[in-house]
């Protein structure tokens, strides 16, 4: 049958992938949920607070799912607690794909995580995502729902549809950025570009119950990145904070608050994925040229 994909949460990673299905020339259908409805735009109401209408007709045909909405501490995963058991009913459905967060490592205070290392999480947000991460791999165990991993980085690129920019290059446009300075602190990236290309490679090969790090090759600090981006707009470097000087919000102290370098060995074994952009460099240098 058709591929038809949805996505719960259409937001600036779904736009990428729904964008790079389109141009791939295969006849892929799209469609999605914001906080409010537009039909013209294939969009469907659903919040924390509020399931979908009919999920039964809106879900029917469906082959592809993805998941990108946060948990919340209340409800968990909003979806599983809004529409669980009708996930477990859809007949069709090939590969679905829930995009998590590095963040489930926690602080490993500058060390190589890879693949296979145990979540250990520190901050609220880290132990949300692994419970929501269990409750959809138990989906997967109990009912052959095929259930794909996806961790991600910190997510940088161009504005798309309704959602801006992000990233460096974003903060320094909008004069919203500031170099916070804490020794030995590394970040681990990935273009949204590429991560809708990891999962154009996992719906071409599904694994059932996989997990994946989506981060680029390099983590870098982000002060060292700042400057380069800089360097490419032709801005002198912006003027260094210290951390313990800096006054920052609960989620950049969080933010700041763990340190590792993630590996991405499985998506280029197992799903054979070359990225675009392998480094920062490369990203924010195409960036800076569009």
Partial sequence: MTPKLFCFGYGYSAQILARQLRQSGENWPVAGTSRTADPAQGLYAFSNDHPLENPEEILRDVTHLLISIAPQEDIGDPVLHHHRDILTRLPHVQWVG????????????????????????????GHLRLKAEQDWRALCQEYDLPVHIFRLGSIYGPPVGRSPGRG????????KARKI????????RI?????????????????????YNVVDDLPAPSPEVLD??????????????????????????MFYSENKRVRNDRIKQDLG???????????????VGD
Avoid at 98 to 109: A, E, F, I, K, P
Avoid at 168 to 175: V, Y
Avoid at 277 to 284: D, I
């Fill in 228 to 253: 380069y981006v800089c360097d490419l707009l032709g801005k002198p470097p912006l003027p260094a904070v210290d951390i313990t000087d800096a006054t920052l919000s609960p989620m950049m102290r």
């Fill in 98 to 125: 829930y995009l998590s967060t590095t963040g489930v490592y926690g602080d490993r205070q500058g060390a190589w995580v890879d693949d296979n290392t145990p979540p250990a999480p520190t901050a609220t947000r």
């Fill in 168 to 175: 460096q290059l974003t903060s320094l446009m909008s004069d």
């Fill in 273 to 287: 994925v070359t990225l675009q952009y392998q480094t920062y460099r490369e990203g924010f240098k195409a960036l």
């Fill in 191 to 211: 273009h949204v570009e590429d991560i809708a290309r990891v999962l154009r490679a996992s719906m071409a090969r599904p694994h059932p119950g996989q997990t």
């Fill in 181 to 188: 300075v804490k020794p030995g602190q590394f970040f681990s």
